[in-house]
């Protein structure tokens, strides 16, 4: 049996099922998420609806209190909900990736006591594994250890239940789960960025952190099936930067259909019906079709490859960290474009602050430098010429 508890296959039913949850989640995050953007808050109240519709526990094994759903499925629900608020779809994606450390880090023995756990209220995982920065040290202590360091970008960690944490011990690094108020754990907030502000996306700080053996998820380690969990971050990032470059075209398909009048050298009656316009829609949405297309691809692709568990081969993983680097650049540029070309075909009115059309790219701007774009190009291009594979990391 592969070492892993996503094999079931993909029903019809459970697509559309989630993929109506995500899209009413959506669009109550839709009625004042410009507003919210602007206080910069702590996101409680958004993340509530996440536990509260079932999509924190959507990749949670059905024997263990979840609901049994794919990565597909939830990387879906991360693109429909960036559509709406990227901040609550960014939260999510990484709170899947973080939730599957159980799988990838952890014993197989210890799947039912982490999942149960997280199912019975609900948890919403946030991470300190930042590796742009120093490790966290984890020193012996009696049976356990103390934990200290601080990481920076701890995404959903100060929103969040429960904080998946990677610290250094004796030139290994472990994985560890590390509940929000635990003594010791000091949360910074001091996020405060361009685009991407409710993401709950500040430092954390550990000192003198209490860690039980039990805290321990387990070794952080290279073999392939563990680490697929990096491309599957990755394409939770194309899902969502799809998403956003979706949520700008239906904004401003909504703003141009309200436009009064047309261009007053056109021949037309209204702004919509006017060539230029047309063909900048056209554009732009044929090239979100294309990146549409490659992210169900590699959706579809990845459940495939995370249902062979321990059968995985270094192969196979290469096949998924160049497949997926593919649709983030694509994804990457696309959005940029979208979001910054739509203005050209709402006019200048869409430029006044109330109306909000700068939250896509602000967004998309922001988060698309989590990791240069220009790395992943590198991938791809070293891979096809010389069949190079770039190194391990959390981010390859």
Request: proline share 4%.
């Amino acid at each position: 049996m592969p070492r892993t508890p996503w094999t079931t296959p993909l029903t019809t039913a459970e697509t559309e099922r989630w993929e109506a949850v995500a899209t009413e989640v959506g669009q109550l995050l839709a009625r004042d998420a410009l507003a919210r953007d602007r206080a910069n808050q702590q996101p409680d109240a958004e993340l509530k609806l996440l536990k509260d519709t079932g999509l924190a526990d959507l990749l949670i094994p059905k024997e263990f209190g979840g609901h049994g759903g794919h990565w597909s499925t939830g990387l879906r629900a991360v693109r429909i909900l960036a559509r709406y608020d990227a901040s609550i779809a960014q939260i999510l994606s990484y709170h899947y990736g973080n939730q599957a450390g159980i799988v990838f880090f952890g014993a197989a023995d210890r799947w039912e006591h982490w999942f149960t756990a997280s199912a019975a209220d609900s948890w919403l995982w946030g991470d300190a594994v930042n590796p742009t920065d120093p490790d966290l040290v984890l020193t012996p202590d009696g049976d356990g250890y103390r934990l200290n360091g601080r990481k920076r970008f701890a995404t959903g960690a100060s929103s969040g239940n429960v904080t998946l944490t990677m610290a250094a011990l004796d030139g290994r690094v472990l994985a560890l789960v590390i509940e929000h108020d635990r003594d010791g754990v000091e949360f910074a907030g001091d996020w405060d960025a361009l685009g991407q502000r409710l993401s709950a996306s500040g430092s954390v700080d550990f000192h003198d952190v209490a860690v039980a053996p039990d805290d321990v998820l387990g070794e952080v380690a290279d073999e392939p099936y563990s680490t697929l969990v990096t491309p599957g971050v990755q394409l939770g990032f194309g899902n969502l930067y799809l998403g956003i470059a979706e949520g700008a075209l239906a904004r401003a398909r909504q703003l141009t259909l309200d436009r009064r009048g047309a261009w007053l050298l056109s021949n037309v009656d209204h702004y919509s019906r006017d060539p230029f316009v047309q063909r900048v829609f056209g554009e732009l949405l044929s090239r979100v079709a294309a990146v549409e297309a490659l992210a169900d691809r590699w959706n579809t692709r990845f459940d495939a490859a995370i249902a062979r568990g321990a059968d995985v081969t270094a192969a196979d993983r290469t096949e998924v960290e160049i497949g997926i680097a593919q649709l983030k650049v694509v994804a990457t540029e696309t959005a940029l474009e979208v979001a910054n070309r739509v203005y050209e075909v709402t006019g200048s009115s869409s430029a006044r602050s109330e109306v909000g059309l700068d939250l896509f790219w602000r967004n998309v701007r922001t988060h698309s430098l989590h990791d240069p774009v220009d790395y992943k190009k590198l991938e791809v291009g070293a891979h096809y010429l010389t069949g190079d594979v770039q190194p391990i990391t959390l981010y390859t």
